[in-house]
């Protein structure tokens, strides 16, 4: 219980600092900056896992599947990748949500920051009740494998037409019944006063719709890190480490979505994988090393064919 106090407060801290000293004023994240804070993420998440190793190998925290240090490590590395690799989808519609209600680039961390605040708590719920789930149902590791295999097939053959619009979706057409929306902008605020009316900003809408389909989002990645690890901690932090580092990788990747167009096939790809696997925990034990290879490799040709593809 100690180290996930500490873990969370942590989180709080850095959060904190984010809003109130790197960030206080509003402004544009260039893309060198964006770069240096991805670098530093997914820095800490590797070195991260040495931390796994340690917490493990000195038993300083709960660990019901008995897992070995190195064993730890590596499936907090492997969630770690999941839930980033399984971002990239994520931060194409996060693009369009921003583009559609016109944000301006100065405000669009403001917007983020919120919004993986948010997520941070809707994954925490949904990671807690998936982990009961699996625990207390074993024929729900079929349930999820399954809904994974789905996932990948509707990808594979989502037709280039489906293009989702923000504006006409449940989400923003519920939220205008609901409260009064402006479409005029007031600096970094999410709400404003109209003639003795609070309306919602552009920036409030953005938010709201951003949470709710980072939700729908999550209904993807956190059965896929499950059939990884159903050990709580594991999946928890990989979790918190993939969203932490995902607004920077917004700025980074914002401008060079494009280059990326292949990147799809290798999410298709990991999510068939641990679906396979999912339904096949009860039978066959794959090696971590296994998993991690094929996350590892799925993404690096992903990569590297759409880059080529681009030259």
Not at 81 to 107: C, G, M, T, W
Not at 133 to 142: A, D, E, G, P, R
Not at 164 to 179: A, D, H, V, W
Request: charged share 15%; glycine share 6%.
């Amino acid at each position: 219980m100690i180290v996930w106090i500490i873990f969370i407060a942590s989180i709080v801290l850095f959060l904190a600092l984010d809003l109130g000293i790197f960030n206080k004023t509003p402004h544009i994240i260039s893309s060198k900056e964006a770069g240096i804070w991805t670098g530093i993420w997914v820095t800490l998440s590797f070195v991260f896992s040495g931390v796994i190793y340690w917490l493990y190998g000195n038993q300083y925290i709960s660990n019901p599947e008995n897992y070995e240090p190195a064993i730890a490590s590596m499936k907090f590395i492997t969630g770690y990748l999941i839930e980033l690799s399984l971002s990239v989808d994520n931060i194409f519609v996060i693009a369009v949500i921003f583009s559609s209600f016109r944000i301006p680039q100065k405000y669009q961390h403001r917007v983020l920051f919120w919004g993986i605040l948010g997520a941070i708590v809707f994954r925490g719920l949904m990671i807690f009740f998936g982990v009961i789930l699996i625990n207390k149902f074993s024929w729900m590791t079929y349930i999820f494998g399954l809904f994974l295999l789905f996932t990948a097939g509707k990808m594979l053959f989502k037709k280039d037409e489906e293009q989702f619009n923000p504006k006409k979706s449940f989400i923003y057409r519920t939220l205008r019944k609901i409260m009064p929306i402006t479409m005029h902008m007031e600096k970094e605020h999410f709400f404003v006063k109209r003639r003795h009316i609070t309306a919602a900003t552009p920036l409030f809408v953005a938010l709201i719709v951003i949470e709710l389909m980072d939700v729908l989002f999550a209904l993807d990645s956190v059965p896929a890190i499950l059939a990884i690890t159903p050990d709580p901690f594991l999946v928890f932090s990989s979790n918190i480490f993939a969203i932490l580092g995902l607004r920077s990788m917004y700025f980074f990747l914002s401008h060079m979505l494009n280059k990326f167009a292949h990147l799809e096939f290798s999410l298709i790809a990991i999510l068939t994988f641990v679906g396979i696997k999912m339904l096949l925990v009860h039978h066959i034990k794959f090696p971590e090393w296994v998993s991690l290879g094929f996350i590892a490799l799925a993404l690096g040709i992903g990569i590297v064919v759409s880059l080529r593809s681009k030259d």
